[in-house]
């Protein structure tokens, strides 16, 4: 069995590669470009692919294939129907990054709070060596124990954010993107509920024609002045560039996104022109990459394999 992966450099330096080594001829390329996909994989029986798209016209150039995996949650690189009318199985991983999302969004989340990045250079840069008070801070930060907290999808991150919310006392509230009843736990509300009422909004919906553009200009207007935003769900879910004039208008109190509607983001979008940049966290798509979850992704990798086609 051949076994090729497209894009294995997306995956960083995992130590349980040998997982998927011993499964078969196993080949990695760090990267793939559209013009090389036909060529790596001619002969391959398991294509693995991150975010390289395979679409109908190059699935139907690989006659040998069997077998896609998806080394990811999402699978909208791969035509599923046209897969599925060659007999190819697509198989993707899910649940591998719950822990480290839901880590990183409360990290954000209190980074923007006690504006950590600006308190961290004000000791080095010897702001707070010449304040005239024992302590130093230039906004004020607020406790989680009694805020409210809104989800935006309550799936399985959306849920483990919700307990870890809850585990500093706040009080969790969901609005559902699918129109679905997510859990007995946590009281579901409306869309305007959540932008008027919440202090924090955490985003963890997939992206569909439901979702897109979900948070716009009309709803960050809706949402309160001292209130904070989070996206770590999918990047075409907020309006980025309504998202960015409402940092430097001041509508919200500010932002954490680690998910974009392009990526890398060029290097010309709105949020890296925002006047205000201590109220937009921006990460680089990185909360799903614990060592961890990355691990657990090579083992359902592995997995889906061995169960064949």
Not at 95 to 118: G, W
Not at 193 to 216: F, G, M, Q, T, W
């Amino acid at each position: 069995m051949k076994i090729i992966f497209l894009d294995a450099a997306t995956l960083g330096d995992v130590p349980n590669w040998d997982m998927l080594e011993d499964l078969g001829e196993y080949t990695a390329y760090d990267f793939t470009a559209p013009e090389q996909v036909v060529e790596r994989l001619r002969a391959a029986q398991v294509a693995i692919t991150n975010k390289v798209v395979l679409d109908a016209a190059l699935i139907e150039q690989l006659p040998e294939l069997k077998l896609i995996c998806v080394a990811a949650t999402g699978t909208d690189n791969v035509d599923k129907e046209r897969a599925e009318q060659l007999g190819i199985a697509v198989r993707n991983v899910s649940n591998y990054s719950t822990n480290a999302v839901a880590q990183l969004t409360m990290t954000a989340l209190f980074a923007l709070d006690y504006d950590l990045i600006h308190l961290n250079q004000a000791v080095y840069d010897g702001t707070y060596s010449r304040s005239p008070s024992f302590s130093y801070w230039r906004q004020d930060f607020y406790e989680l124990c009694g805020a409210r907290f809104g989800i935006i999808g309550l799936g399985t991150i959306g849920g483990r954010v919700a307990e870890l919310a809850e585990a500093y006392g706040a009080r969790v509230c969901y609005y559902s993107t699918s129109d679905q009843e997510r859990s007995d736990d946590y009281e579901r509300v409306s869309l305007d509920d959540i932008l008027e009422h919440c202090e924090v909004i955490s985003i963890h919906a997939p992206l569909y024609k439901r979702s897109e553009n979900l948070i716009a200009w009309p709803q960050l207007q809706q949402m309160r002045p001292t209130a904070y935003l989070l996206n770590f769900g999918r990047g075409g879910i907020v309006n980025e560039a309504d998202l960015a004039r409402a940092i430097d208008e001041e509508e919200i109190a500010g932002a954490a996104v680690d998910v974009y509607q392009r990526e890398p983001i060029p290097e010309d979008h709105p949020y890296l022109r925002v006047k205000h940049k201590n109220r937009l966290l921006l990460t680089p798509h990185v909360g799903w990459a614990s060592v961890e979850a990355r691990m657990r992704l090579v083992e359902g990798i592995a997995k889906n394999i061995e169960q064949g086609w």
